[in-house]
């Protein structure tokens, strides 16, 4: 004990670093300084790396066996402590590597010092980290999984749905719901994919870095790699115990998965409204006005659409964080974790809540036609069939097309509402079968191209799909 500061709340030196320190950290340094209150999601990880590293120097003979089974014994039942909710966690002892090793030499006493030989918390907190997200990425994808296969349901019940299909919200050709829902399938593949590629990077383990520069013990990393599930060790200290990347590319494939849930959330909001019709949310997804008896409101979409905001501000704030740091580990890389696990939460609600929102949907197909048939979204395929049917050249048909649509625009009817000879005074050539062209179930069905809005082509899509994700 020695002279107190003005704020220092407890003046006894660290018990891990005391030899060096004769008073203890201020109070507000011990506050600004912790990060047990959101690192304690590490637990399980931590003391998995511990028993990893425990063996190995065992195997190594850098840790007598006796101390090692100690060492497991106490590990245990930290980590039952921990799980139990019976734990005592403490702002002085910082983090949760810490917590373990402090809680360790209470239970078995002198050995517990042992185990951080050849380890630093450094290269603890970036296996930690890899081994926490390795295993949020796997849930992720299984909800992602699960999302997708709705999507697939749903979109083969309205392979042949008709809708308006739009560009800049302004009705453009007609689609099927079921192509519409495809769309979506395919982008959450890519994102599947962009975690997948994420995971494989990550998975190298870090343990045995030590601070920065590796260790004069003569450890075996390709065993701690290989006993935690790792495929093999990172290659560079320096880069072992500094790179975040993972971090920041996890945030990256997040950010990019929530801007297509927003998109789609966006959707569900214009499609539930009263102008559009086209579908009606259920209950579970959906809130009542406390003053208008009427409303439905799509709070779950709106949600869903808002949180892409918070996950975009997580990776900024990491992106933020990382830029212009010196190799190799500071202070500032404590910051990294709590965007991490704000996203991870946040994608734990997000694509759950776009699965039920989707799954209790109720399409309103008749809705759907009609607004199809309105905004003249078959006058592609008008001109299409003047090439077709009286050779013209594209150009001249778009041409003639736009004379058609401004004629229709000024009787008020659609296309299809137009006289023959109200055509044939536009362009002579025009017969009666153009009117087979003008439906819009008829639109939909030519479009065969590969990747196009055909029922057929969107069942075939459908089953492609299915076969990749089984
Ligand atoms: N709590 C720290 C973190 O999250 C662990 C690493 C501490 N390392 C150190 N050299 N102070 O980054």
Redesign the pocket.
Known sequence: MTDKTSDSADVAANALWGGRFSGGASDIMQRINA?IDF?RRFFRQDIAGSRAHCNMLVAQGILQADDGHAILKGLDQVEAEIAAGEFHFDAAK??I?MHVEARLAELIGEAAGRLHTAR???D??ATDFRLWLRDEIDALDQALRALQATLLDRAEEHAGTVMPGFTHLQVAQPVTFGHHLMAYVAMLERDRGRFADCRRRLNECPLGAAALAGTSFPIDRQATAAALGFAGPMANSMDAVSARDFAMEYLAAAAILSTHLSRLAEEMVNWASAQFGFVSLGDGFTTGSSIMPQKRNPDAAELVRAKAGRVIGALNALLVVMKGLPMT?S?D??ED?EPVFEVADTLTLTVPAMRGMLADLTVDGAAMAAAAGRGFATATDLADWLVRALGLPFRQAHHVTGSLVKLAEARGVDLVGLTLDEMQAVEPGITAEVFEVLGTANSVASRTSLGGTAPEMVRTAIAEARSRLS
């Open positions: 990060s690192d910082e983090d590597h630093s918390r450094n603890q907190v580990y202070k890389m404590q974790k």
